[in-house]
């Protein structure tokens, strides 16, 4: 099946807003895949060089060939160490992870310093071969899955954490407006937004932060996102099993999806789920 390349539906679509700052900045082809030499130079514009916590500018490489049975060359490792980010041509998939390293790069580099440090401690642990543990589940649910909330109402986080969707959503929809923020994070979910269905949910990382921030232009709340989220990444007692992250159904949120102008969009059960309180 061949992959379309439509970057103007990506600059266009209000699901993809924390992307802009980046994508404004990159003078990649309208009707055709960028190849990697376009992608690097997206990274090489940046006001700041992308690095991961080990110190290593981050390039774009193409993936290997073949698999290594040395754990310091997959694809977390590699990262890690070399600064090498794996990227596929005409792949959504990786595009989207380029430019969550662009847009979060502090973020990222945290999410993979853990997932680094993770791997090494199994590989050098006499039970190596101990199944995948619920921290590294967490990391990959966020990094694939992720979006990020801002709240400068503590009322209208508790609601999300509550599951009260109709209320939030619809009742304090102009609130919600005001005084949240939701951004896709993980490139999957990205992936995913292409095609908004209802049904679509992110894991969600929900960040307090003053009315103020939430006055900033849009690139300054993204920087004061990426630094809160990076410092939670950071803390080895967050982000510990995949019940750490909220259930998020993006396109409940106002001006996600025309479909949610109407009270009657949050009455399907399907999607707007009563459930459990996030353990967040």
Request: glycine share 4%.
């Amino acid at each position: 099946m061949t992959v379309v390349w439509d970057i103007a539906q990506v600059q266009a679509s209000p699901l993809f807003a924390a992307l802009r700052p980046v994508l404004e900045q990159a003078e990649w082809p309208q009707q055709q895949w960028p190849a990697l030499p376009e992608y690097q130079a997206l990274l090489d514009c940046l006001p700041q060089p992308v690095r991961t916590a080990s110190g290593a500018r981050l390039r774009v490489a193409p993936p290997a060939l073949e698999k290594s049975q040395d754990w310091r060359q997959g694809y977390e490792p590699r990262i890690y160490l070399s600064g090498e980010l794996p990227t596929r041509a005409s792949s959504w998939h990786d595009c989207f992870n380029l430019l969550a390293w662009a847009t979060f790069p502090l973020a990222k580099a945290a999410l993979n310093a853990r997932h680094y440090t993770l791997l090494e401690a199994r590989a050098t642990s006499l039970a190596h071969a101990t199944p995948r543990t619920a921290r590294q589940d967490a990391l990959t649910q966020f990094d694939e899955s992720g979006v990020i909330v801002l709240s400068a109402d503590p009322s209208l986080t508790a609601l999300l954490k509550d599951f009260q969707w109709k209320t939030l959503f619809w009742e304090r929809r102009t609130d919600v407006l005001t005084h949240m923020r939701c951004f896709l994070f993980g490139h999957g979910l990205m992936e995913k937004a292409l095609r908004p269905y209802q049904g679509m949910t992110g894991k969600g990382v929900l960040l307090s932060v003053s009315p103020q921030t939430l006055a900033l232009p849009l690139a300054a709340q993204l920087t004061h996102a990426d630094h809160l989220l990076a410092d939670l990444i950071a803390d080895g007692q967050q982000l510990l099993q995949p019940r750490d992250l909220a259930p998020v159904p993006v396109l409940g949120f106002p001006g996600f999806t025309r479909e949610n102008e109407c009270a009657a969009y949050y009455d399907d059960q399907r999607y707007f789920r009563p459930g459990r309180s996030a353990a967040y």
